[in-house]
């Protein structure tokens, strides 16, 4: 992750982005949302709080967690 203060801004300092949702997402917003900025950067942001905090990653850094989510890394989490 990141380390600057871009972490803390609220969604509204982002224009011109389109947020995407996964299609698994619960009904009651219990989900992330992922929008590709102009830098190739993603901004991540908690659907239940659309005006809240973004977290903005390199794509080499989320490349790094969905691998190593689909390889099960994380599945003690949530079991």
């Known amino acids: 992750m990141r380390d600057d203060t871009r972490n803390q801004d609220p ?10 949702k996964s ?3 619960g009904a ?3 989900c992330v949302e992922l929008a590709r900025l102009d830098n190739g950067e993603i901004a991540v942001r908690n659907s239940r709080f659309p ?4 977290l903005i990653y390199t ?3 989320l490349a790094a ?3 190593g989510a689909k390889d099960g890394e994380f599945d003690d989490f949530v079991s």
């Open 23 to 25: 299609a698994r997402s």
């Open 65 to 67: 967690f969905l691998a």
């Open 28 to 30: 009651v917003g219990n």
């Open 59 to 61: 794509r080499a850094e």
């Open 51 to 54: 005006d809240g905090p973004t």
């Open 11 to 20: 969604v509204t300092t982002l224009t011109g982005v389109t947020w995407k």
